[in-house]
C-alpha cells in the first residue's frame, strides 16, 4: 500500500471489510448476530469469538433497527442507568505491543463521567486502560503504568463529544511511547505513556467501567466497535482507510469529510460493483450520488461479467470486460466534459491485447466526436491521457508507467487546463496542455462507443471527477484505493 490519505464520502452504502487491515481482534457490529430489541449478545465478527454479552434482562440494552443516526444501520442504545455488556478476559486486548480502538457511536454526556469503553474489572488492580467521557463532554483515554501505580491520560478538551452527534471515537496506544485520541477526523491529540501493564485480568465493559456494577453507567448508541492488536498511526493509510469506510458507512454521503465530493458535485461517477446496485443485466449503476450517468450495455452479447468477491481485489467484487465486444456507454453529459478539467481513476487489471485498448473514453469517433481518452498503447506497452485540444486541431498527451501486465494497478489520468498526466500506481508523467473541447459523445467503459480498440479490463471501482482534483486529494484517493482494494 502506498500514500498517505484516503477518500471520505464517496458512497453511503456496500461492504466493509476491516479485517483488510492486519491486527483486528475484535469486530461488534450492530447489523450482525442480532434477533431481539433485548440485546442479550452482540457477536464478534472476526475469528476471535469475543462475544459480549449481558444475562440479566433488565441491564441489557436494546436494538434500534435501521437507525436513521447511523445512515439506516441497526444501533445498539445503552439507558444511562444500568445497561451494559462484556466480553471475557482475552490478552487480545491488551496494551502489549499496541492497540487501536474506533467506536461508531453517539453519547451522552451526563453530571458525572462516564464510562464508554474499558478493560477493568473492580479496581486499579485489574485495570489495563479504558475511556473516559467527562461531564464538560470531552473525552480521555487512560492506560495504567507498569508498575501498576499510576495511570497515563491523554486528554480530548473539546465539549461536544458527548452532545448525541453520531462520531467516531478512536483511541491508540503506542507501546511504551504514547497515548493517542481523536474523535472523527479532527487533529490527533497525545501524552506521553512510556511504559504499561503487561497483563490485566479483567473482562472488557461496554458503556460501563466495572464489571457487575452499575458504576459510571454511559447513555448512549452504538453502531460498531473495532479493536486492532497494535498502534495504528494517525493519518496512516490504514487509519485513513478505516476511516473511510466507517464514515461512508455509516454517516452516508455528505457529511463533513475531507473530500465532500459527493455534496460538492465534483464525483461524477462512482461504479463499484460492491454497493448493492452493482450490475444489473444491462446497466451498472452510477454510486456518486448526483446525476445518474448510469453505464448501459443492451446487447446480451457485449454485458460484462460480475464477480461478487475477486480475491485479486481484497475479496471486493469486480466486472470483467472480455477484450472481444464488451463495453458499456454512459450517455453524453457535461459533468463528462473536460473544458475545465477532469480526473478519472481506474482500479483493475489489464491483459495484453493486440491493439490500443480503452480503458474510459469519451471519443465516439468523428472530429466533433473526440474530448478525450484514458487508453493503452499496447505498442509502447504503457497507459495513455489523451485530451483533444479547444479548436480540434491535435491531442495532447503523456505516457506513463507499467503496461497491460494483467496485475492489479490504480491507472490515473487527469487534465486542467495546463496539463496533461497519466499515472500506473505511484509514478507520473505530465505534458503540457491547452483547453480542451466539450463533444457530443458518449463516455465508454473498455472501448470507444464504436466497439473497437477494445480493453481485455477487470475492475473493482471506476470513479470520475468533474475536475483536476488537487494533490493533497489525490494522495488521500490513493490511499483508500490501495487500502481498499490491496494494491
Known sequence: MSFAGVLQGVYASGSFYPSSIANLVLDLDGDKGLTTTNVNRLFD?????HTATQDASSK??????????FNGHNSISFDGVNDFLTAPDSADFELGTGLTIYMMMTSVKQAGFTIPLAKRQSSATDMSWFVRMESTGGLRFY????????????????????????????????AGVENGIRVDNDVETTAAAPDEIASSASTLNVMTLNNGSTANIATGKIARILIYKESIADGSTADLAIMAELDALYKGVGTSTGLDFGTEGNLVADFNPDTGAGLATTAWADQSGGT??????????????????????NG?????????????????HADLEAPG???IYVVGSVASVPATAMLVTKHS?????????????????KARMLVRNSTDTAWASSLDGVGADGLPHVVRGWFDEAQVGTRVDAAETLAAATSSRPAASPVTLASTSGNTSLCA???????????????????????????????
Open 365 to 381: 469517433g468523428g472530429a466533433t466526436d473526440r474530448e478525450w481518452m484514458l487508453r493503452y498503447d499496447v505498442t509502447t506497452d
Open 292 to 313: 445518474a450517468h448510469d453505464a448501459a450495455q443492451a446487447s446480451a452479447a457485449r454485458q460484462p461479467a460480475l464477480l461478487l468477491s475477486d480475491a485479486s481485489f
Open 143 to 174: 492506560t495504567r503504568n507498569a508498575a501498576n501505580t499510576a495511570t497515563y491520560p491523554v486528554i480530548r478538551l473539546s465539549t461536544t463529544d458527548g452532545d448525541g452527534t453520531p462520531r467516531i471515537f478512536r483511541m491508540r496506544h503506542a
Open 457 to 487: 479490463l477487470t475492475t473493482p471501482r471506476i470513479l470520475i471527477y468533474s475536475r483536476a482534483v488537487t494533490a493533497a486529494e489525490d494522495a488521500k484517493i490513493m490511499a483508500y484505493l490501495n487500502a481498499r482494494y490491496g494494491i
Open 341 to 343: 478539467g477532469i480526473t
Open 316 to 332: 471486493h467484487g469486480s466486472v470483467t470486460f472480455d477484450g472481444t465486444n464488451d463495453n458499456m456507454r454512459i450517455a453524453d
Open 45 to 49: 465478527a472476526t475469528p476471535n469469538a
Open 60 to 69: 441489557r440494552p436494546s436494538l434500534v433497527e435501521n437507525d436513521s443516526d
